[in-house]
Nanobody
Framework: QVQLVESGGGLVQAGGSLRLSCAAS????????MNWYRQAPGKQRELVAG???????NYVDSVKGRFTISGDNAKKTVWLQMNSLKPEDTAVYFC???????????????WGQGTLVTVSS
């Protein structure tokens, strides 16, 4: 299958920056899109940002202008640059990949283990 390895979480003061990275370990599957989700305590998991293999990006309104998602198709890696962080950005951030099944129109989701981002006020 496909493993996603995340890194870059940590503790930062409000107004600071962090950069998350996620690498997919596969040489067999192609990936249609990679996304970052987050889940804060007591809240549902939400989509933060996504990027397709065509470099089309999308963001949840609350992070527009502060977060930037980028990717490298060849390396099957995605980054999330987070600037002007706020305490409400505190959450576990999960990497997600939409993995294409070869010779079919099917896909499946792969998930990382999550990385904790804590923003102190």
């Amino acid at each position: 299958q496909v493993q996603l390895v995340e890194s870059g979480g940590g503790l930062v003061q409000a107004g600071g920056s962090l950069r998350l990275s996620c690498a997919a370990s596969t040489t067999v599957f192609n990936i249609a899109a990679m996304n970052w989700y987050r889940q804060a305590p007591g809240k549902q998991r939400e989509l933060v940002a996504g990027i397709t293999s065509d470099d089309v990006t999308n963001y949840v309104d609350s992070v527009k202008g502060r977060f930037t998602i980028s990717g490298d198709n060849a390396k099957k890696t995605v980054w999330l640059q987070m600037n002007s962080l706020k305490p409400e950005d505190t959450a576990v951030y999960f990497c997600n990949a939409k993995v294409l099944v070869p010779a079919s129109r099917e896909s499946f989701d792969a998930w990382g283990q999550g990385t904790l981002v804590t923003v102190s006020s």
